[in-house]
């Protein structure tokens, strides 16, 4: 019986005794049918331990499965063998070793090392002409840990020759997520060159974009022939819009469209309506100059400006990294630094602030062992996994060791070099909690305050338990608008997890310092003499503060007192405070030229805030609230007779749309259901419904009217009769939720209508503040409609109230003209000092610019 290899513990590292070709194959023969070759959509993690930041440079190296191609360090793999059963990985370790000297004492010259073969950063921190690399790889057979050399074509099978080779030359996982990729493979439209744009006079403002059709504001498509703006297609994941351009294009046959908010000077998202995909136009900065946008003025890279900027911005950056003080390197649990992906500091330095907070560490790392033992199969793609392996290798210590004592150094260079590491990198993590998002996901610099939002959006979805620790940002907010003419009030309220203070411009404190700088700056650009020295100006903190309690004007208001549009006035106060309050500075603004500019203030930020006098009091003694009227909604015709004529008879179905749908691999029956019920309305629409219903237990079943006769019966029934128990056609449902509402809404507003669609559908125009967890219960519905969804009321607004005095313990600031530009870096208070963050830098802080930042951190101080 061979001898059990030495991975685990045993000293030399070298495994068991030498097989025979026929042992090695007897060996493996038990273990060929789980071993696969990766096939192309396969993801190959060889770089990276699924559950830490263990490499092939890690001491312990890297285990790859050879079934499911997730990697594992060494305190990690063996969790994976009990859970899977699967025992065949590949070893894979880099050994950096000092180069030999020649005679003259220098190293031997350069040649093409054959010994390396694993697709690695090399570490910065070594000289490359002092040091070498080899690559290592072997097999082990789990549980016994044997282990087989490679490369050993004579003696291994066939099938794992050929499946440790594409593994070994497999690219990287996220390559396929690399911005870059995406655009060298996008096609050039063919309508690009000539494409006709109408003299119509249209000019894109800088900001307060809304679709021209729905009112939306997210989602908005600028139509590169006439100018119009309109909202993109509505997603499964209930973001997006109503899909106004695609019709938009189907009623004029304008083909391109330029999504607002992706505009850089190197380009944005075109999509072409003609050709159903992603495109390149070559000309989209003269396409673009027709509406009024200057697109090659949105200057700006990761860690520098261009060079017009540089000189105006040079202080800011000097500043906030506190340049020209000598920091001193921090190291241990807590002071682990994050790689720079190329434009990911935003991420960084939001994640570095989080995970300060005791509420995360205790939610992901202190849960560690059940969110790693209970995982799913494939743990890169679990949040929860992805956050408690971020917080650990952020706060463990364990990737941020001190330099060995210079007396070791020259011993530990001669046997075997291990290096430091210097940070982390996030990018297994960015890669899935970018996953669909459009600007997350790319390559480009993002705002750190939509970051911070998008990421309590997952928290909150992916909760763990009944403890969710984005409770701690969540706090309420009460408006009160004020019909102008009648003097009537209503009083609202919503969630919120930000708190968002306006720059007080006009309250300057050195304006005619400020006067001064502009005209000798003028004079100094129009005769080419090198600029002044920066002015910055200097804004109280209560005069921002003041500026957020007052009140301000709603547009389009309408005065449901008078029945008709009014003017009104809103006001905002805290109705709960929470236990960490986030400030936003809004910084950030567009110039007429739609170039982004970037208010460059000194704001004196407390360290120690009180905010109760903001603290909301509700409806006062002599207030009369208007009256609890909707408008009315308007909806345009063809639109409404569309939606009356959705249901069709089912020997009408299209079938085209079906096979398209059969062809992406969804069942027949469930193809036929999506196209019915989505009134044909073509393919799109239709994978939209399979997807919001696919996990319902009837999906797949044929498609079946009880106690419909046709086509005529089941319109008088959607539109007259009441379903058992109130309980609406789940047909009429399907209609709805494929426009892209949410399922309770769509129920809610029905039972609201007595099942009349198109009321049901000035309902949900009417009642915008719907939300997902309101407190709407769809009661368990005892009937023969099993794809009905019961939902439990939730606990209720969730907010932890309590003081609103408040201590800072940490600040995120941006360098740069907008946020598309520029970089960011953190200032956490730990253990009674300042520490800054700057990606993969972790120092004392000497001299925080605390007046400079742009998100600042609080914590409750108990009263």
């Known amino acids: 019986m061979q001898r059990r290899g030495a991975l685990f513990g045993m000293p030399g590292g070298s495994g068991g005794r030498k097989m025979a070709a026929g042992d090695i194959g007897e060996l493996l023969v038990p273990h060929m049918p789980t071993i696969r070759v990766p096939r192309s959509g396969d993801r190959v993690y060889k770089n990276e331990c699924a559950f830490s930041y263990d490499s092939p440079n890690s001491e312990g190296g890297l285990y790859v499965c050879m079934n499911t191609f997730l990697a594992f360090g060494r305190e990690h793999v063996e969790r994976h063998f009990r859970k899977t059963g699967q025992s065949v990985y590949m070893h894979l370790k880099r050994h950096v070793r000092e180069k030999v000297r020649g005679a003259s004492g220098g190293a031997l010259p350069k040649r093409r090392n054959s010994k390396i073969f694993l697709d690695l950063d090399t570490d910065d921190d070594l000289n490359s002409d002092d040091y070498e690399y080899e690559d290592e790889a072997k097999l082990v057979i789990f549980p016994d840990h044997y282990e087989i050399a490679l490369p050993n074509i004579e003696e291994l099978p066939a099938l794992v020759t050929i499946a440790c080779d594409a593994v070994l030359s497999s690219k990287s996982p996220y390559r396929k997520q690399d911005p870059d990729t995406w655009e060298n493979e996008l096609p050039v439209s063919k309508y690009a060159n000539n494409l006709t744009q109408l003299d119509n006079g249209v000019r894109i403002p800088p900001s307060g974009w809304k679709c021209a059709r729905c009112d939306l504001r997210e989602n908005l498509w600028l139509n590169l022939t006439d100018g119009s703006v309109l909202c993109g297609k509505w997603f499964f994941d209930s973001s997006g819009g109503n899909g106004h351009a695609l019709e938009h294009y189907r009623d004029m046959g304008y083909p391109l469209a330029v999504k607002l908010g992706t505009i850089t000077p190197d380009g944005a998202d075109v999509y072409s309506f003609q050709e159903e995909e992603p495109v390149l136009d070559p000309h989209l900065a003269k396409h673009l100059a027709h509406f009024g946008i200057d697109m090659l003025h949105m200057h700006g890279t990761e860690n520098g400006l261009q060079d017009n900027d540089i000189k105006p911005r ?65 743990p890169t793609q679990d949040f929860n996994t992805q956050m408690t392996k971020l917080g650990h290798g952020l706060l463990s210590g364990q990737y941020s060791k001190p330099p060995v004592k210079s007396e070791l150094i020259e011993q530990v260079m001669k046997e075997e070099h291990k290096p430091q590491q210097n940070g982390i990198s996030p990018r297994m ?114 005069a921002c503060l003041q500026a957020f309690s007052e009140p301000e004007n709603v547009d389009d208001f309408w005065s449901s007192a008078l029945q008709a549009k009014s003017a009104g006035v809103k006001t905002s106060r805290f109705a709960s405070f929470p236990e960490y309050l986030v400030v936003q500075i809004k910084k950030f603004t567009f110039g007429l030229d739609w170039v982004p500019k970037k208010f460059d203030v000194s704001i004196d930020m407390p360290d120690l805030l009180d905010i109760n006098h903001l603290r909301a009091r509700g409806l006062q003694p002599g207030e009369e609230e208007l009256p609890d009227i909707s408008p009315p909604i308007v909806i345009p015709d063809d639109s409404r007779d569309r939606l009356m004529n959705q249901l069709i008879d089912p020997s009408d179905i299209d079938e085209s749309s079906v096979m398209q749908l059969a062809e992406m691999g969804f069942p027949l029956e469930a193809c036929r259901k999506a196209v019915y019920f989505t009134g044909n309305m073509g393919a799109e629409v239709a994978f939209n419904w399979i997807i919001v219903h696919m996990e319902e237990p009837d999906f797949a079943e044929p498609l079946t009217m009880p106690g419909y006769g046709g086509a005529a019966s089941a319109g008088a029934s959607v539109f007259g009769a009441t379903g058992l128990d109130n309980q609406p056609p789940e047909e009429i449902v399907a209609i709805i939720t494929s426009m892209g509402f949410q399922r309770n809404q769509a129920i809610q507003a029905l039972r609201a209508t007595n099942n ?53 313990f940490a600040f995120i600031s941006h360098m740069g003209t907008s946020t598309m530009s520029g970089h960011y870096i953190c200032h956490i208070k730990k253990e009674g000092r300042w520490v800054i963050y700057n990606d993969h830098k972790v120092c004392a802080s000497e001299r925080p610019p605390k007046d400079l930042g742009y998100m600042y951190f609080y914590h409750r101080i108990p009263s």
């Open 314 to 378: 040079v202080s800011e950056w000097e500043v906030i990294q506190e340049s020209g003080t000598k920091l001193k390197p921090m190291y241990g649990p807590g002071y682990t630094g994050l790689k720079n992906l190329g434009n990911s500091c935003y991420l960084s330095s939001v994640m570095q602030a989080i995970f300060s907070i005791p509420e995360f560490q205790r939610a992901y790392v202190g849960n560690l062992p059940r969110i790693f033992d209970y995982s799913p199969l494939d």
């Open 429 to 542: 993590f960015k890669a899935f909690v970018s996953k669909s998002h459009p600007e997350f996901s790319s390559n480009r610099q993002q705002d750190a305050q939509e970051f911070f939002l998008h990421l309590v959006n997952l928290v909150e979805r992916n909760r763990i338990g009944s403890e969710n620790p984005s409770d701690v940002f969540r706090f309420l907010v009460e408006e009160r608008i004020q019909c102008c003419q009648t003097r009537k009030v209503r009083y609202t309220e919503r969630v919120d997890y930000l708190m968002q203070l306006p720059v007080a411009m006009e309250a300057a404190t050195n304006k005619d310092e400020l006067i001064a700088y502009e005209l000798t700056r003028r004079e100094a650009e129009a005769n080419r003499r090198p600029l002044p020295e920066l002015v910055r100006a200097k804004i109280p903190f209560s």
């Open 756 to 808: 009349n669609l198109e009321r049901a559908l000035d309902w949900i125009f009417s009642h915008p503040e719907f939300e997902e967890d309101s407190d709407f219960v769809i009661e368990m519905e005892n009937n023969a409609n099993a794809n009905i969804i019961s939902e439990a009321k939730p606990e209720g607004p969730r907010v932890k109230d309590g003081s609103g005095t408040y201590e800072l």
